[in-house]
């Protein structure tokens, strides 16, 4: 290297830049969450706003705040990871007279050299335009001044408020910022968002099959005193034949139509676009899953009787951080015998696995997006018979869940397809002796959509190409179960996660053995952690 090149390069490598080689590189671009935005527009009414928050900072207790995490809508939508925030897109581009035509607005938190030096950085205006690629970004406290009249526009589409924030000494936290909403669009305190999408059912549903829509919304109505109580609803629901229906439903898209405030169109949006997934995402939700392999993988191979729940979880984590992986997807779920049957179990306390079954369902959140894997796996490295019996009724089901999950299926298809076999199993083992129990065993629903939640969005209809989705079967037989005691405490839930495509289902996450003689054959590998001593304290 010549001397000038050499001074060149110290001259122009700047410590950011250094700094900046060891920070991750491989987050959804700027593009990405522009191209996003694009077509949220492009199915928004015509004169419409959208105006989407960002999440709320969660208390812990005292003054810890629990880590925050963004709403995954807003990533999806802006790639912003901070607080306090508001994005608010047009259908149509808006011209003032003095500036260019725009089509979306940013309010972010404002640059704070005392707070970025206790909570860290903040890209502030400059970072959402140069970071982010909004033309137009505004400090959060703005947000009160926009000279834009929201009540101007057909429809105002929002997520309607959960009511879980805290006002801060902060005058443009989320409180404030969705105080202004309220205001500018005359918010009504008796709003009711579910009313508005049971309007919009109604409004969808066609007069010839009225008469079943008005039945099981009358068994809804019977359990909610606010929605009962409106007319709308109780006349179409009450209604004798389908000419009443058909005024009530007149009446109901005269309503729907006046109301420019809209929660249920943003919805229906951020469905349909998050239940197929970008190349771009791909990338990341691959990572996620191929993480939370590994992790199942350096688990068989260290896995032994003395090990705690807690320890088990501590090794997956363990691996998910290694990869860079920030979070967790959901709380990891790493239950040993009985333990197993509680489907959420999170406690994860039991100090030794014993010679019990583990099962083990977790998932690494790689930039935003998470995987969802189960394994259930013998502590002592040897399925018993028992073991080995129920945990092949379910990875049979799993088998056939997978093979239906197929472009045009119904989004039931798996579940249909793993009960069977499950029910079939239960009967052939002597465990039920009707059909209808086989749901006392298997009481959960076999698929979901993954993405950047791990109960992801999605429209639940027919399987689209480019869907990611769970097959995650199961059996628990608790202690004290109305069955030959030898089968007590066995529980074993098997998830993959799915991407559906035009040549089938490929299985993201193969890499982890599934079968008892893969897992068996696992187990018996060495792992770094088996002379991995502590002191005893
Ligand atoms: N881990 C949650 C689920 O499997 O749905
Ligand atoms: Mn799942
Ligand atoms: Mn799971």
Known sequence: MSRLFLLISILFISPITIFAQDIPTDFLSADFHKSRRDAVRKMMPENSVAVLFANAVRNRANDVDYVYHQDPDFYYLTGYNEPNAVLLLFSEEQNTESDKAYNEIIFVQERDQKAEQWNGKRLGIEGAKSKLGFDVAYNGSEFYKLDINLLSFNKILFFDFENDFRDTRDTADLYDLIMNFKDKVDYPSDYNAEKQEL??????????????????????????????????????????????????????ELELDASNLNSVIISEIMRTLRETKTEE???????????????QIEVMKAMHPNMSETEIQGVHEYVYKKYGAEYEGYPSIVGGGNNGCILHYIEN???????????????????????????TIPANGKFSPEQKQIYDIVYKAQEAGIKASVIGAPFQAPGKAASAIVTQGLMGLGIISKAEEARTYFPHGTSHYLGLDVHDKGTYGPFKANTVVTVEPGIYIPEGSDCDKKWWGIAVRIEDDILITEKGPVNLSAMAPRTTQAIEAMMKKTSPLDNFELPKL
């Open 199 to 252: 309007y919009t059912m109604i409004k969808s549903t066609d007069i010839a099959n009225s008469a079943n829509v008005a039945q099981r919304l009358g068994r809804y109505l019977k359990n909610d005193e606010r929605l009962k109580e409106d007319v709308l609803l109780t006349g179409y629901v009450n209604a004798n034949d389908d000419d009443l229906r058909k005024e009530f439903k007149g009446k109901i």
């Open 281 to 295: 995402e791909m990338v990341l939700l691959k990572k996620a899953v191929e993480i939370s392999c590994v992790g």
């Open 349 to 375: 306390n039991k100090t030794k696995v014993g010679d019990d079954l583990v099962l083990m369902d977790l998932g690494a959140e790689y930039h935003g997006y998470t995987a969802d894997v189960t394994r």
